[in-house]
């Protein structure tokens, strides 16, 4: 079973769009829960952490749900630089991040 | 703004040759990592290192794997014997503590011929 799963997409939208990304984690043990992108060839970067509480940063939503051990991540009003690969990232015991396999989003004009 | 650099970009070796990737973590933290990316596929934890040694690895980072703080600056990732299989982006990351953000480097891509 794998850790973090994701949907792989792609997803293509147009600009203005709202688009939705989820995950799922096997282990109820997890701990702290990230959204990070990765542009083609690049090393990933944080794009915001995720709180049982929600948290959103601008355009962006991220939610919790420990009990269902979902995490999603919400884009409003997408632009065209918002395409890249969206990496779900789980840690459990220690500081290693473990990541999901991404979900491609593609936004056109 | 401090960033994680790594040399070099791009390496290319033969099979069972060793190869050390080099890295420079941000001067104040206290963290480091190596996570690698094979091609299409997922970021996977590799090794964290912290106060000189090693802190957490995975299954991956076998005996042909080694890390090392040779100085107050840099961090290194050896393989000692590499195979086909090693072909892959590595990345470092440093972080000021345990559970803060991991901010990565650019990477270095590693061929194995």
């Known amino acids: 079973r794998k850790e973090v799963e994701q949907d792989p997409g792609p997803f293509n939208v147009p600009e203005g769009a709202t688009v939705a990304f989820n995950c799922t984690y096997s282990n109820s043990a997890s701990q702290s829960f990230f959204w990070y992108r990765q542009d083609c060839r690049k090393e990933p970067k944080l794009l915001m952490s995720v709180y049982s509480s929600g948290n959103e940063d601008g355009r962006f939503t991220a939610q919790l749900n420990r009990a269902s051990q979902y995490i999603s991540l919400l884009i409003r009003d997408s632009k065209l630089s918002d395409s890249a690969t969206y990496l779900c990232v789980v840690t459990q015991a220690g500081t290693a991040l473990i990541f999901g396999k991404g979900t491609t989003l593609s936004v056109s004009s | ?113």
């Open chain 2, 1 to 113: 703004e401090p960033e994680v650099t790594q040399t070099p970009s791009h390496q290319v070796t033969q099979m069972g040759q060793e190869v050390i990737l080099r890295c420079v973590p941000i001067s104040n933290h206290l963290y480091f990592y190596w996570y690698r990316q094979i091609l299409g596929q997922k970021v996977e934890f590799l090794v964290s290192f912290y106060n000189n040694e090693i802190s957490e690895k995975s299954e991956i980072f076998d005996d042909q794997f080694s890390v090392e703080r040779p100085d107050g600056s840099n961090f290194t990732l050896k393989i000692r014997s590499t195979k086909l299989e090693d072909s892959a982006m590595y990345f470092c990351a440093s972080s000021r503590g345990g559970p803060d953000e991991q901010f990565f480097g650019p990477g270095t891509r590693l061929t194995v011929l």
